[in-house]
């Protein structure tokens, strides 16, 4: 039997986020990223969705290490939870490199895991198989990189999330000569960012974006504040040399953009003039036209500084008439209405509030439709994999490839937990492995199946009632009559009647058909005949489904 590339994405294909693809070659392992999905509405109490990492557990002894492209959260984020488990070496671009140390050391995670700074164009053997060299690329945070992985079989290019801009805010282009030097030397199998496959034409520069919060900055009467991703450092670049430009102090607000500007300003990625930087306190000494903040919040998130802001929440810092708020970004699928909630509160407030429906004050950090069509032509792969979007994003891609005539032995539209097979004898995708989300709820992770998530979906729609029933504990026998508590679920005027009704009918049930006996009762058996007679009866009677805890009392 011939020896097999198995290509193996364990996260970030069918949505966005949680970007996680292993490549098995023999006895080697590779992974590309391990990064976190941000839960939407209806995950209720869930922090963090991370990618199922089973496969890798079985096979533990062949994992050689984790290739990370840039220092984005659906990239690193899911770090602190897998590498405890995985205990591979990590390999990072340089700011990426110091983003995640700061983010162990942080969550007290993996301590003794070592974390590899790697530069553009050096050669990597990691375990037999693999020669690994990563190629700059353009993104929203500096220090993006597309990886070449060497393999007996040929080279796959993997372009991590990228957009091809000529003049970047860092200076530091797309490598298209080292991905064109690939492409004739001959690749594989190509993996390429799809997350705006859909969009025609070309992602604007950010050197837009700059100029246009330059005059933003410029134009305002009085304090500034500027919400974006707080790992966007070129976004803080761009304020920062605006704020100093204009005569302008900046504060940063919310601890993750603090934490990110600190490790950006240490390794040189950002660089901020002296004394334009200074603590909150400090801003409020100043006139409200010299102050610029700058603060995490551009998605809408509950707990995010921004929101707590509009909310008037935030313990220092109110909005004061005259302000104008610059969102930054635009909204991630899901969070739109958030978002809209958050620019409403600031407007009553009377904020001005720019955003990326009325201004030029973001671009996005992913190629569009002409530019994915260059990386195909330069690459020109063997097979070709869309990989980081939802399945319309890997849909429109594939297309993309399909229309040019390139991957001609195979162009495949791949999900979370497919595998496909690469040998000298062709390509197969039959196998599937276990790649459903894990859900983070605070120190414990849960998968699908949880059933507390199912019991806190229930409570959400139609409350819970408790339903307490008296035993005899010699006999088990009932004693007195049911009782029924409720919350969320009716007003107490509603349930008067109700629950007496219950009260009867249980009362009935278990005196007719129910034996009794204690054996019965301490193994369960009379909390599952309560539960299934309350939701019976309360379905039948005002058809709404709340949770039955039932609760047993002995005397």
Same mark, same amino acid.
Request: proline share 5%; net charge negative; glycine share 10%.
């Given at each position: ?36 999905? %941000? ?6 109490? &869930? *922090? ?121 805010? *860092?200076?530091?282009?797309? *490598? ?84 990110? &500007? ?128 939802? %399945? ?19 162009? %495949? ?143």
């Amino acid at each position: 039997m011939t020896s097999q590339l198995r290509v193996i994405p364990l996260g970030g294909l069918g949505e966005i986020g949680k970007n996680m693809m292993a490549f098995e070659y023999e006895d080697d392992i590779v992974i590309v990223d391990c990064g976190v999905q %941000f839960p939407e509405e209806g995950m209720f109490g &869930v *922090d963090l969705i991370i990618p199922d990492v089973s496969y890798l557990m079985e096979r533990l002894d062949k994992v050689r290490a984790i290739l990370i492209t840039h220092g984005h959260e659906d990239h690193i984020g899911a770090l602190p939870f897998i590498l405890p488990k995985l205990q591979c070496p990590v390999f990072a671009p340089r700011l990426a490199h110091g983003l995640i140390t700061a983010k162990l050391k942080e969550r007290r995670a993996a301590r003794d895991s070592v974390v590899n700074p790697i530069d553009p164009g050096v050669v990597h053997q990691i375990g037999q198989a693999f020669e690994v060299s990563w190629f700059r690329v353009c993104h929203s945070i500096p220090d993006a990189m597309g990886i070449a992985v060497g393999t007996p079989l040929g080279t796959i290019i993997h372009t991590g999330d990228f957009k091809i801009d000529h003049t970047p805010v *860092d200076g530091r282009i797309f *490598d298209l000569p080292s991905l064109a030097h690939y492409g004739d030397d001959g690749v594989l199998l190509l993996c390429s960012d799809s997350t705006y496959a859909e969009v025609p034409g070309y992602t604007t520069s950010e050197r837009v974006v700059g100029e246009a919060l330059d005059r933003a900055i410029g134009e305002a009467d009085g304090r500034v504040l500027v919400a974006t991703f707080a790992s966007l450092v070129s976004r803080v670049q761009q304020v920062v040399d605006a704020a100093d430009k204009h005569g302008r102090k900046v504060s940063i607000v919310g601890r993750s953009m603090v934490d990110t &500007v600190k490790v950006a300003t240490e390794l040189g990625y950002l660089k901020v003039p002296e004394g334009t930087l200074v603590p909150l306190g400090e801003t409020r000494k100043l006139p409200p036209e010299k102050v610029v903040l700058m603060t995490t919040g551009s998605q809408g998130e509950p707990t995010s500084a921004l929101v707590r802001i509009a909310k008037q929440e935030h313990r220092d810092v109110n909005i004061m008439s005259g302000d104008t708020v610059i969102i930054s970004a635009t909204p991630i699928p899901g969070n739109e209405l958030p978002v809209s909630h958050t620019i409403d509160n600031l407007l009553r407030q009377g904020a001005k509030v720019l955003y990326d429906r009325i201004a030029t004050v973001h671009v996005h950090g992913h190629a569009s439709q002409e530019e994915l069509k260059l990386v195909l032509r330069l690459v020109r792969p063997k097979y070709f994999v869309p990989v980081h979007g939802e %399945f319309r994003h890997l849909t429109a891609h594939a297309q993309l490839a399909w229309d040019l005539d390139v991957a001609k032995d195979g162009i %495949f539209v791949m999900e979370d937990g497919d595998v496909l097979e690469l040998s000298e004898d062709g390509s197969r995708m039959e196998d599937h492995v276990s790649a459903g989300p894990i859900f983070v709820d605070g120190l414990t992770t849960r998968d699908l199946q949880s059933p507390v998530l199912g019991e806190r979906r229930s409570l959400s729609k139609d409350g819970v009632v408790v339903v307490v029933v008296t035993t005899d504990k010699q006999n088990g026998k009932l004693v007195g009559e049911p009782a029924a508590v409720a919350s969320g679920f009716l007003d107490e005027s509603e349930t008067g009647n109700l629950f007496e009704e219950l009260s009867v009918a249980l009362a009935q049930e278990l005196t007719s058909n129910w034996s009794g006996g204690k054996e019965n009762s301490e193994n369960g058996g009379l909390k599952a005949k309560v539960r299934e007679t309350a939701r019976s009866f309360i379905a039948g009677s005002v058809r709404r489904s709340p949770m039955i805890i039932p609760v047993v009392l002995e005397v």
